[in-house]
């Protein structure tokens, strides 16, 4: 795929891969493929609980309302390298059950509804690059929440080895991320099972991230990471010749903020959040 045509500010930071055993029995070179004008629709679903302590005060735990997303997505280019340029588009957007953060949320997410946006994934299965059609006018937590769903789609999509592997095969996947905050993620993947082209994968992955600013929508109100960390855990069901994977996984994250005000003490608050997460294809 020709490079010159991807913008700057869609580009991300390359997956490094590096294989750590390539398993026993005949090894196979493990890559994506897709046609133009394919097209497939992932349903994700996720359900989060919260718990934030102010200073010494622990607050409950607080489970958020499911939420389901129905993505559409079609391979528009291959590329002769075999790298695959897909549009998408949020065709259905869901705050499940009834409870108090229901409406608040479905307020929230209402312009995610009919998101459109694209990507670039190499035959190896990293993302290249994506982008999508924000409203301008979006609130600094419709843009995290879209991070945070970009991040999650591009996990789905296990980066893969260059050499032949088999069954039993280990690699590791490096990635700085920029979201909120600037991380590192660390994953360990092992090729449990290889039939034709389908794999199933299983997951382990460390965040991390040093002390750095943090951007702040308040005025007069400066922001800080003190401290963060995160480990997820997953399986992956992928067709190397489909779009949509089926993915069952968890996340746990823990981090630390300071908030200063002018002519305020500082506030430390700490955040915990687990997530379950399912993706499938429908």
Do not use: C
Not at 98 to 108: F, I, K, N, S
């Amino acid at each position: 795929m020709d490079e010159s045509s991807i913008p700057e500010s869609a580009r991300l930071p390359l997956t490094e891969v590096e294989l750590l055993e390539p398993g026993e029995g005949e090894r196979v070179a493990l890559r994506i493929r897709s046609e133009v004008g394919q097209t497939e629709t992932m349903r994700l679903e996720q359900v989060m609980t919260m718990q934030i302590q102010l200073g010494e005060q622990q607050g409950p735990t607080v489970e958020m309302p499911p939420i389901r997303m129905d993505m559409v997505m079609e391979t528009t280019h291959v590329g002769d390298d075999g790298a695959m340029r897909h549009s998408s588009r949020i065709s259905n957007l869901e705050v499940l059950g009834d409870g108090p953060l229901v409406p608040r949320l479905e307020q929230d997410l209402a312009p995610l509804r009919d998101l459109t946006g694209w990507d670039v994934v190499d035959a190896r299965g990293r993302m290249v690059a994506a982008e999508y059609d924000i409203p301008g006018n979006a609130s600094p937590e419709l843009r995290n929440s879209l991070q945070r769903t970009q991040e999650a789609l591009r996990q789905l999509m296990p980066p893969l080895p260059e050499e032949p592997v088999a069954v039993g095969a280990r690699w590791q996947a490096v990635s700085d991320v920029r979201s909120q905050i600037a991380f590192r993620q660390v994953s360990t993947y092992t090729l449990e099972s290889m039939d034709g082209d389908r794999i199933v994968l299983s997951v382990q992955t460390v965040q991390t991230a040093d002390p750095q600013p943090m951007a702040s929508d308040q005025p007069g109100v400066s922001a800080e990471l003190l401290a963060f960390g995160g480990e997820a855990t997953a399986r992956i069901e992928l067709n190397l010749v489909g779009l949509a994977p089926t993915s069952e996984g968890n996340v746990a994250v823990e981090l630390t903020t300071r908030a200063t005000a002018d002519g305020q003490p500082p506030q430390e608050v700490t955040m915990k959040m687990a997530t379950a997460v399912k993706a499938s294809p429908l």
